[in-house]
Each structure stands twice: as C-alpha cells, then as structure tokens.
C-alpha cells in the first residue's frame, strides 16, 4: 500500500511539473508575440511621420500612402492572444504593411528632393532599425513558438496540455509576396 501512493505521489507530482513546464513555454510565447507588438507599435508610431514628410513630395503616390495608412490602423488594433486565428491574422497584417513601406522606400527613390531631405533620412534609418528589432522579435517569437508546439503535441505533453487547455500557436511566417523571386530590373528602372 504504502509503494502505490508513493508511485502515485511520483505520477502526480511529474505530472505537475510537466504542466508546469508547458505554462512556462505558453507563457514565453505570450512574451516573444509581445516583443513583436512592442515593435510593431514602434514601426506603427514611425509610419505617420514619415507619412507627413513623404506627402509633401510624393503627389502621385496617394493610393500607397493611403494604403499605408489603413493598414497601420489594422497593426495597432488589439487582438486575442489566445485565439491562433487572431495572431495569424494580427501577423499577416504587420507584414502587409511592411510590404507596403517596403514600396514606399523604394518609390522614395524616385524622388531626389525627398531623398536628400534630412528629416526624411533621418526617419528611414530609424524605420531600418525598427525594422531590424522585429525581425530580431519574429525570431524570438518562432522559437519560443517551437518549443511550447513540441511540448504540446509530443506525448505526455499532448494529453497535459488538452486537460489544461494549453494550444499550439502559430509561427510567424512570411507572405507570399515575400517569398517570390525578385527581379533586380523591377528596381532599376
């Protein structure tokens, strides 16, 4: 008798740690997809500025501009973090607009006097480095992604993890305009 509660003692007992195990790998998850909106909020406080700068000279860029704007308020509005649709969602509109300043960047080239303006200048390193931050933030979140969807689909964890409503998340991925070729001839024109 006394070797059955001390064996179900050990079960409970790992069973424990094991969940507490997961909470720690959701909860880094949770932290890493923070640091992500931490910088998006970052890039989203950068987009107006740059925005009034670029308008002054970039007349016929208005539906880009436009674009932009539209998706910077999508950016910032808040989601469900426990909702994987949500985060999907959430990430694949960060991206839409990083494509979208992406063009607008180049197109700034088109514009000399735009190009040369300080404060211009000045705003498109400090995008390049907010830019730099997410994509250091992305790689954080996908790796804490991975550890906590490893610990929740491979057994025990699978079973500890549907009693505890413990779910995967899903990982950052980029578009599918990102992932097409280039062709360097589109930017030498």
């Known amino acids: 008798m006394e070797g059955l509660l001390l ?5 409970v007992i790992i069973v424990y740690l094991w969940y507490v195990s997961l909470v720690k790998k959701r909860n880094a998850g949770r932290e890493a997809l923070s640091g992500i909106d931490v910088q998006i909020k970052k890039r989203s406080n950068l987009v107006p500025n740059i925005l009034k700068i670029a308008q002054k000279f970039m007349d016929h860029e208005k539906a880009l ?4 704007t539209e998706l910077r308020a999508q950016a ?3 989601y469900d973090a426990n909702d994987a649709a949500e ?3 959430h990430l694949a509109v960060a991206e839409q607009l990083n494509t979208k300043m992406g063009q607008l960047m180049i197109n700034v080239e088109a514009y000399p006097e735009l190009k040369s303006d300080n404060t211009m200048l000045q705003a498109m390193q400090t995008y390049n480095e907010v830019e730099a931050h ?4 992305r790689r954080f979140y996908n790796a804490a992604v991975t550890e906590l969807n490893n610990a929740v689909e491979i057994f025990p964890g699978s079973i500890i993890a549907s009693m505890a409503s413990i779910k995967i998340m899903p990982f950052y991925e980029a ?3 990102s992932k097409g070729p280039i062709d360097a001839a589109d930017f030498l024109k």
């Open 65 to 68: 501009l436009t674009d932009i």
């Open 7 to 11: 064996a179900l003692g050990l079960v």
């Open 87 to 89: 985060i999907r969602e």
């Open 76 to 78: 910032i509005k808040s």
């Open 175 to 177: 578009d599918e305009a």
């Open 134 to 137: 997410i994509s250091a933030a």
